[in-house]
């Protein structure tokens, strides 16, 4: 440790003798950073080494006025003269580089509402008091003295331990350092040294030590209970470079009568503040909504002191978030093409949402979350001590804001993980592992977040399959990693957090489903084994046409015939006309408990179309071998704009009647199904399909023929397909091919009108919005249909 120390203070020294700064001028500065970044040389080293380089200049620059200033014997009271380098200089690096920390860092300057402009006006009115003035500020209290005093002329090399312990000499305060929010106040003659580095500004707190309102004109401790007048201070750039230059400071800044313990005071509401300052209500200005989940329901805000700076005007939220991104993310070496803060916050509130009321409703411990642990997720922003709270319990704890940012950029990857976890630690952070010694402890923090990462399976976006698009949306290229024909791409415009799934092509078994692909089982009434070449072209249809009433369902340039796709369309559109199927035993109902239990509320008739396959003699490029040959048509998941959450698209124009896709997804039986949905009751989205095509004609289905698809877990590019009530433009249709009972097949979507590229792919789930038990959960629509069945909407 020391060595390494070693090193890298000798690195500092030979970086900076390149400028010609000798051992003797670094080291003091050089401790003082490493002391305010908490030995992080990552933070001195970044850039070349040019935070140290900055402060060595600031520091000799302080040494040299210090020096003309005697010079010219000015007067000990008369202020000396501001930084002009940082704020009327053309100087290439901003005053924040030398900041206190590393959360206090360019934005926070760079955000004062004129810049440099506001520092020009600020360098003139600065000695404008009108009846105060102001006791010198003492940098000393910052710096505690304890050992013996750091003398720069000891031989290196000197370890970071040396150099951050040692103690500083008055002479040797230079660079930044940590100020006190609060400067004491003296009345008018008082002759000690003043400083007046700051605007006041008349302001009334109420001083909650004192009994009997009162207004009072000195700190009179007898006016308990008054409402005091006191001074709200510039905020300026928290950069001391000599005990000697008036102190400048980062942090809002308030002057307290002398006499008033700041602990007394307590910030006013509106009534008393009046409309002073941006000629808002003191108590709206107070709080900046930053984010929120889609209804509001949870929100992140930023909740400031409105008496603090009499300058202080909220910034632009685009601009502060527009900062924090470029400095942060690239820092902390996070560089996710699109990412957005606001979406990233917008995603917390979403996600904080569905794990605080899954943990409500569904009342699961195994999910990770321990109900009594969550707390809202809203953020105050402690401009004094750069701190972020948890405005829902600030006394608990809080954690830095150099320490949210380290993890920020790990956040997006548990919310893409689907790691509700994320929320504990979020909770964590607050309650235990942020206070008392863990406190700060980033590292552990970070640790832990990773470990749960582990096992998740997620569409990861690699370097090879994705790229930047000019309008910063970031484009997955195939999200189905080259196992279909063609690629699906995915477009995050606003960096949404990505859907967490396994891509598979073909229906998969998850356990007791009953599905076994057996040529034996395959009659020779259910296939085609004397053809050659392609069925469509034959002329009688052979019998794999039978199921369709002896004639193909598709058209020689693969389409559905207009006849077959029409009766199709009226079977889900007319219910009525064609009448339902009901099940003498319907596994729906047998799944759920008894007392649930009722009789079959039916199921739709259905038209199979069945397709040509291994058993059968023509070739593969057969007209009647459509849905097993796959996709055909680019497709792409997009963000729907209307909450439905992600959607699809085809890149191009689609024909009525065109196969899309297959729904594909876990085999999984009526009852597994079932399990599955009471584990996850309250997941926003759901992926289920019956296979129900045929229930109905069947007395006694066992439970492991009566199947569903499921593709929450594992599935295709058809999960992202939403609902449309009674007007989608596809529609689905059972496709028999590998077995010739009804109990398995496949899910199919055709075109039932012509589709433009780019319009959303919907499709009618046939959800009774009424149904709360049925499987396949009913959600708030937002369809847009005018038959839209749901009637909450
Ligand atoms: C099969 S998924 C469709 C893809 C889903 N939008 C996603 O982001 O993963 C079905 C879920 O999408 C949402 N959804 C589908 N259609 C919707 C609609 N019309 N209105 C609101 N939400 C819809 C519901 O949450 C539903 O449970």
Known sequence: MASNSNEKVIKAFEAMKVFGYSEKVVKPVLRNLLKVYNKNWELIEDESYSVLLESIIDSEESKERKKSLSEDEAEENEPPPKRSRFYSEGNHLSPAKHVASPSADTHTSELQPSGKQKMAEFTTKSYETEDVEMKPFSLLNHYQRKGKKWSSSEASPVSEEDIDTEVLSDDDMQGPCTLSP???????????????????????????????????????????????????????????????????????????????????????????????????????????????????????????????????????????????????????GFAQPGFSLLRLMENLCECYLTAGTKARTANEPSAGIEPQKLHPVCVRYDAANHELHLASDITSGSFKLSNFIKVLPHIPKFLASGNRDIMCYLVDFNDTRINGSEKGNTNKVLKLLASSTMNNSLVVQNEHSSRRLPNSAFLIEDISNGQEELQISLINEFSHVLPVFTYIPKNVIFQNAYVKFLLA???????????????????????????????????????????????????????????????????????????????????????????????????????????????????????????????????????????????????????????????????????????????????????????????????????????????????????????????????????????NALEELTWDYGIDFNDHSHPVKAFKCCCGSKFCRDIRR
């Not at 009647?657 to 597994?672: K, L, P, Q």
Request: negative net charge; contains cysteine.
């Open 182 to 332: 609060y400067l004491n106040l003296t009345k008018k003659g008082d002759t000690s040294r003043s400083y007046p580095a700051v605007i006041p500004k008349r302001r009334l707190a109420y001083n909650s030590s004192l009994e009997e309102p009162n207004i009072m004109d000195s700190a009179d401790a007898s006016n308990k209970g008054a409402l005091v007048e006191y001074d709200v201070c510039e905020t300026v750039p928290l950069n001391v470079s000599s005990s000697d230059n008036p102190p400048v400071f980062d942090v809002p800044l308030v002057v307290v009568p002398s006499g008033i313990e700041t602990k007394d005071l307590v910030c006013l509401n509106s009534e008393h503040l009046g409309t002073e300052g941006n000629g808002e209500n003191a108590a709206d200005s107070s709080q900046l909504d930053i984010a929120s989940s889609p209804k509001g329901e949870v929100k992140i805000s930023f909740v400031y002191k409105p008496y603090l700076s009499s300058r202080f005007c909220p910034p632009s939220l685009d601009a502060v978030l527009k900062r924090i991104e470029e400095k942060y993310m690239k820092s902390y």
């Open 521 to 755: 089982r395959i009659s020779d009434d259910n296939c085609c084994s004397n053809c050659t070449g392609n069925c469509l072209s034959q002329d009688i249809p052979c019998a794999c046409a039978g199921e369709t009433g002896g004639e193909f369902a598709y058209t020689a340039g693969g389409l559905l015939k207009e006849k077959f796709l029409e009766s199709c369309i009226s079977m889900i559109r007319e219910p009525q006309k064609h009448g339902l199927v009901y099940c003498q035993d319907c596994p729906l109902e047998r799944s759920k408990n008894n007392s649930m239990s009722g009789p079959c509320k039916g199921h739709l008739v259905r038209k199979f179309i069945k397709e040509c396959w291994h058993k059968c003699g023509c070739s593969r490029g057969c007209g009647n071998r459509v849905v097993q040959r796959g996709i055909a048509a680019p497709l792409q998941i997009f963000m729907t704009a209307d909450g439905k959450g992600w959607g699809l698209r085809a890149l191009e124009d689609l024909p009525r009647g065109a196969f899309v896709c297959e729904y594909v997804g876990e085999i999984v039986t009526n009852t597994e199904l079932y399990e599955r949905n009471t584990q996850t009751a309250d997941e926003r989205h759901t992926y289920p399909v019956l296979l129900d095509a045929d229930w109905g004609s069947e007395v006694v289905l066992k439970d492991e023929e009566a199947l569903c698809l499921d593709a929450t877990y594992y599935g295709n590019v058809a999960r992202f397909i939403n609902h449309r009530c009674y007007e989608g433009n596809l529609i689905e249709i059972p496709v028999e091919v590998e077995t010739p009972d009804h109990h398995y097949y496949h899910v199919a979507f055709f075109t039932v009108r012509k589709v």
